[in-house]
């Protein structure tokens, strides 16, 4: 193993969090930074070079390789995990930028009782009416704490949209359910659809107040604070699961790389695979990884970053011994505990016309957020939280959007009448989509597999989890929801209920796999404190949606920018000068 020169960080990770945290140092210290990127470098000119859907969107070409590194994954306690070998219900990445590039960019703000959960549901129904199972708790962080790195995260992207409830003023046409924002958005929402103009007009005909969703995707040419320089959006449609071949869409590689390459005491270096985080007397020493060839190094390091999504933060704590691994019986531990991902579905809508459905962008589209956390819900019924619903206008693509048509229209998958009905319906279905909160429970957690192994002979991660009544519950009613709203907008509803199967890990969910490494005010129920301080290691931190003790029904990156970068502000500000312990 070849020992390298020392540096004052080095970060596991070359995607959101890990070029995020990069920037803050780099620009505001003089500490030297390394980033290690087990993928390759890319940015928009490779995307325009090659660009089809066969490639990115059905082969995903993007993705993580399951031949080297895969999950498994278990219902229960009970069962024994099997390996994913065919992708998936999420879709990690790899290379520069990470899963940040080929992401949609649907960027929204958590509800202020997110973030206290476990006091908040208490105060509301009382603990004894809480299931027994149910692992929600506080953050230790509070929405008020984390307004100003929203915004600092908002700029940095040039999220387009409008504000709701600006400082308390409720403002019709945007999201009057949001917390108090102090600032609009820094650049106007994306154009309307046909489609999303129908949703948008029906939901408001029904009394609830639709608004556009917040996007990474620009609406308009943008320079951030920074200083970088982005163009509007052409709505071409190739956007979720590719990388924008214009720079439209806010990635980690045309946002924060353009800073980082100016930086003398920045290194980035690709294919470089970190194995375990090396560590001795409660102190992080550096990492070890192997390069492109194979060859092994040590990294020494005065500070240790992990910032390799969700799954590899966890993963990694685990394969280095740091911490105590969570022992779901006993209730004990904290290594791997509160594992949620997002719960997400689609109601297919059909409409008699053609409706344009090729064009549009990643985020464009109107939701509803009326039933938000518990805003309006009827309870007593057992359904404690839910979420949004909305019209997405992401644009149909010519190969994965083909062939949805309504139940019984054809009696085959293939041949003549197959084809003359998928032609018909073509442009005339698409889907109202729900998001909703996931709230974790005891049983659901992050392990090593005893059996599975990556290609260098590691334990896989091992996931338990399973869907429980509480969403069937949640999709139920979001289904009665889009029962109401899609005759208002002229279209049919697919009359087949929500499915009450259990966790599927082949059909894609979303990529908001979040616990496992939470944060807290105790390191009795806690990875890392609400700094994102390793509890045991003070120079380790560890930065992401691992972080996150429960999932909010909007996506999780905009949440896991502002927690990164008051990480970042608590690192430089107080941590630096004195390195200790900072709760
Ligand atoms: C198709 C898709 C659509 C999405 N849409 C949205 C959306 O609309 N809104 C939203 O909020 N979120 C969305 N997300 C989620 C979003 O991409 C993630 O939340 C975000 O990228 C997380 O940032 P991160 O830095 O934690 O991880 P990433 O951006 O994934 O970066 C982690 C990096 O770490 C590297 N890494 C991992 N392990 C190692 C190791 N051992 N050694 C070295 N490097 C390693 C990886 O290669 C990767 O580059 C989407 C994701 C996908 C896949
Ligand atoms: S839809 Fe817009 S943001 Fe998305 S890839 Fe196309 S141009 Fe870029």
Sequence with gaps: MTNLKPVDVAIVGGGWTGLAMAKELTTRTSATVVALERGHPRGAADYAMDMDELD??????????????????????????????????????TGVGGAGEHWTGMCFRFLPSLFTLRTHLTEKHGAAHLPPDLAVQDWGVTYEQLEPHYWYAEQMMGVSGKAGNL????????????????????????????????????????????????????????????????????YCSYCSRFGCMIGAKAQPTNTLLPVLRK????????????????????????????DASGEEFFQPAETVLLCSFTL??????????????????AGK???????????????RIFFNRPMNLFMGAGSLGRRISDFDGDNGLPGGDGLLRYGMLSLNGNGNLPIGSFGSMPPGTSQSRWGAEWKAAALQWNDRATQLNMYAEHMSYR?????????????????????????????????????????????????????????????????????????????????????????????????????????????????????????TYRAADAMINRYLKNPSRLA
């Design 443 to 563: 049983e659901h957690y992050f392990d090593l597999d005893p059996t599975y192994t990556d290609k260098f002979g590691d334990p896989l991660l091992r996931f338990t989890l399973d869907w429980t009544e509480h969403e069937h519950k949640q999709r139920d009613f979001a289904y009665d929801l889009a029962a109401k709203i899609a005759p208002a907008m002229g279209a049919k509803i697919d009359p087949t209920r929500p499915s009450r199967a259990r966790y599927n890990v082949i059909n894609y969910q979303s990529t908001h796999i979040q616990g496992g490494a939470v944060m807290g005010a105790s390191p009795e129920t806690s990875v890392v404190n609400p700094y994102l301080q390793h509890w045991d290691i003070p120079n380790l931190w560890v930065i992401g949606a691992s972080s996150f003790p429960q999932t909010a029904a909007g996506n999780p990156t905009l949440t896991v920018m502002a927690v």
């Design 56 to 93: 990115y969107n059905i082969r995903l070409r993007m993705m993580q390789n399951i031949a080297d590194e895969t999950v498994t994954h278990r219902h229960s306690l009970r069962n024994t995990a099997v390996p994913v070998r065919q992708y998936g219900s999420f879709h990690p990445g």
């Design 263 to 290: 930086q003398k005491n920045f290194q980035l270096r690709t294919g470089s695979w970190v194995h375990r985080v090396v560590h001795q007397n409660g102190r992080a020493t550096g990492v070890e990884f192997t």
């Design 312 to 329: 590899n933060n966890v993963r990694l704590l685990y394969l280095s011994k740091i911490g105590a691994p969570y022992d779901p019986v």
């Design 333 to 347: 531990g904290t290594l791997g505990r509160n594992l949620t991902h997002q719960v997400e579905g689609g109601f």
């Design 167 to 234: 400082r308390g003023k409720l403002i019709e046409g945007g999201n009057i359910f949001e917390a108090p924002r102090m600032h609009e958005y820094p650049t106007p929402p994306l154009k309307n659809t046909q489609v999303s103009h129908l949703f948008e007009e029906a939901a408001r005909q029904l009394g609830y107040h639709p608004y556009p969703t917040p996007a990474a995707n620009l609406s308009e040419n943008y320079t951030n604070p920074d200083g970088i320089s982005r163009a509007a959006c052409a």
